[in-house]
């Protein structure tokens, strides 16, 4: 089975819209993290956003937040107020467990395009 | 700023000449990892150190070595690079249950 679903390959959003990008995860570990980053036509990997399983809060950083839901295994990534350099992919990793931490899943991605 | 590093960040080769790429990072991570991207597709982990200790991921090719001579620096050996090892190559670096920070990339071209 996928460790990390991203079930949209595209999306498009109007420029100051929000936006969200889905991402669901499978693991029977009760400790693991959940990772968000933009990767821009360059190819550099930017990390967004962190969420711990055990955190109770959503995370927030600026315009991005995690809505983590735990019992569903989801962990979308909402942009609010969508700009023009916001156009990237987005990839959605875990890193689970205690042990052989070292190894993230990512997703396949979802490709984002800011309309003016 | 602390960072990752990697260098250089296009490299043009021929079909079976070897090539080296390289990562060094500032941040003082235990752990470095070594992705292969081909485009429009998630990051594929070839190997990561843990310290010394080198991991091979089951499915990455002979044909890729990994050197770590320091806790800074970390590089990738291609032997003999074919048309299909054309891709970027992501470096990045995690310590301990952290966030793992990536490099710019390497973009390989092999005619």
């Known amino acids: 089975a996928q460790k990390i679903t991203q079930t949209q390959p595209g999306m498009f959003v109007q420029e100051k819209e929000a936006v969200t990008l889905d991402c669901t995860y499978d693991?029977?570990?009760?400790?693991?993290?959940l990772f968000w980053y933009k990767q821009p036509s360059s190819g550099e990997m930017i990390f967004l956003i962190y969420?711990?399983?055990?955190?109770?809060q959503n995370a927030t950083e600026g315009r991005y937040s995690l809505n983590f839901q735990k019992a569903r295994k989801s962990a979308n990534l909402v942009i609010s107020a969508s700009q023009l350099g916001d156009s990237a992919m987005y990839f959605c990793?875990?890193?689970?467990?205690?042990?052989?931490?070292?190894?993230?899943?990512f997703g396949s991605g979802t490709k984002l395009n800011v309309k003016p | 700023d602390a960072m990752v590093i990697q260098n250089p960040r296009y490299q043009v080769t021929q079909f079976g000449k070897p090539v080296t790429l390289s990562c060094s990072q500032t941040?003082?991570?235990?752990?470095m990892y070594w992705y292969q991207q081909k485009s429009s597709q998630a990051p594929k982990l070839l190997f990561h150190?843990?310290?010394?200790?080198?991991?091979n991921e089951a499915d990455t090719p002979d044909n890729f070595q990994s050197r770590r001579p320091n806790t800074s620096f970390c590089f990738l050996d291609i032997r003999s690079p074919g048309l299909g090892d054309a891709a970027m190559y992501l470096c990045?670096?995690?310590?301990?249950?952290?966030?793992?920070?990536f490099g710019p990339g390497t973009r390989l071209t092999v005619l």
């Open positions: 990793a875990m890193r689970e467990g205690v042990y052989n931490f070292n190894k993230f899943y």
């Open positions: 990045a670096t995690s310590q301990g249950l952290g966030t793992q920070y």
């Open positions: 969420q711990g399983s055990y955190d109770e």
């Open positions: 693991t029977s570990d009760q400790s693991y993290g």
């Open positions: 941040l003082n991570h235990n752990v």
């Open positions: 150190y843990y310290d010394k200790d080198f991991n």
